[in-house]
């Protein structure tokens, strides 16, 4: 089945919101950050919580592209550019699970002489000093990692341009809750041979607390910036790599 993209020619961007709820009950638990904890702020319409982050909903977005199975991309996108890492001949990651993508150390930290930060460097020479050709950027990671160029990217070594060649996101989404409120609640861990024991070794009874929360509105919110990928250059032929 084919789709009629035509009606957004002229469009710059795409934004849609989807509204979601937890599978059970009221009750669900955010993303936490470290030395921040649940991401809770007031807004005009009242108290709000980012449940979801847009880094976080990157990774979730390739996620549902990857076959843990085959450890490749999923039927309906194979052939799609992307980067496998391999280790004594064994599987050991791929460009569409690392968090920066292309830009994992996986890759650029590979010093044998076929790696791909010196083909990157050969392919993008000339990008060293003055202004960055973004189509000679976007031509090069279309042909290795499609990925870099939805989700972003950010080749953070001197060797490249002098760390200089960086794509925002081109799809970005997060998830955020209206009108929450803390549904706390805890536990403890049981330690039914020796309850009294070191809880810093492990033993003992440990009590904890934890904060879920409830909300009146939770929306998934998706931005694709239709201008940034026009303005790759790329074209429109499907047979362009």
Same mark, same amino acid.
């Given at each position: 089945?084919s789709?009629?993209?035509t009606?957004?020619?002229?469009a710059?961007?795409?934004?849609?919101?989807?509204?979601?709820r937890?599978?059970?009950?009221?009750?669900?638990?955010?993303?936490?950050?470290?030395s921040?904890g649940?991401?809770t702020? !007031?807004?005009s !319409?009242?108290?709000?919580?980012?449940?979801?982050?847009t880094?976080?909903?990157? @990774?979730?977005?390739?996620?549902?592209c990857w076959?843990?199975?085959a450890?490749?991309p999923?039927?309906?996108?194979?052939?799609?550019?992307?980067?496998?890492?391999?280790?004594?001949?064994?599987?050991?990651?791929?460009?569409?699970?690392?968090?920066?993508?292309?830009n994992?150390?996986?890759i650029?930290e590979?010093?044998?002489?076929?790696?791909?930060?010196?083909?990157?460097k050969?392919?993008?020479?000339?990008?060293?000093?003055?202004?960055?050709?973004?189509?000679?950027l976007?031509e090069?990671?279309?042909?290795?990692?499609?990925?870099?160029?939805?989700?972003?990217?950010?080749l953070?070594k001197?060797?490249?341009?002098?760390?200089?060649?960086?794509?925002a996101?081109?799809?970005?989404?997060f998830?955020?809750?209206?009108?929450?409120?803390?549904?706390?609640?805890?536990?403890?861990?049981?330690?039914?041979?020796?309850?009294?024991?070191?809880?810093k070794?492990?033993?003992?009874?440990?009590?904890?607390?934890?904060?879920?929360?409830?909300?009146?509105?939770?929306?998934c919110?998706? @931005?694709?910036?239709?201008a !940034?990928?026009r303005g790759?250059?790329?074209?429109?032929?499907?047979?362009?790599?």
């Amino acid at each position: 089945m084919s789709i009629d993209l035509t009606a957004l020619d002229q469009a710059t961007r795409l934004l849609f919101t989807v509204p979601l709820r937890p599978i059970q009950s009221d009750r669900f638990q955010p993303t936490g950050f470290p030395s921040l904890g649940a991401a809770t702020y !007031q807004t005009s !319409q009242g108290p709000k919580l980012l449940v979801e982050s847009t880094q976080s909903m990157a @990774n979730r977005l390739e996620a549902t592209c990857w076959d843990t199975v085959a450890k490749s991309p999923v039927a309906a996108l194979r052939g799609v550019s992307h980067v496998t890492v391999n280790r004594k001949s064994a599987f050991l990651t791929d460009t569409m699970l690392e968090a920066h993508r292309l830009n994992s150390p996986y890759i650029l930290e590979n010093k044998t002489d076929g790696s791909l930060a010196k083909k990157l460097k050969e392919e993008l020479g000339g990008l060293e000093e003055g202004p960055i050709n973004r189509k000679l950027l976007a031509e090069v990671l279309l042909r290795y990692d499609i990925g870099s160029l939805i989700h972003g990217v950010f080749l953070a070594k001197k060797e490249l341009a002098g760390g200089r060649l960086r794509v925002a996101r081109a799809l970005s989404a997060f998830i955020e809750a209206s009108g929450v409120r803390i549904a706390a609640s805890g536990g403890v861990k049981n330690d039914h041979v020796n309850p009294s024991g070191v809880t810093k070794d492990g033993f003992g009874n440990v009590p904890f607390a934890r904060d879920e929360f409830t909300a009146e509105r939770i929306d998934c919110h998706v @931005n694709l910036d239709l201008a !940034q990928i026009r303005g790759y250059g790329l074209g429109s032929d499907p047979s362009i790599s």
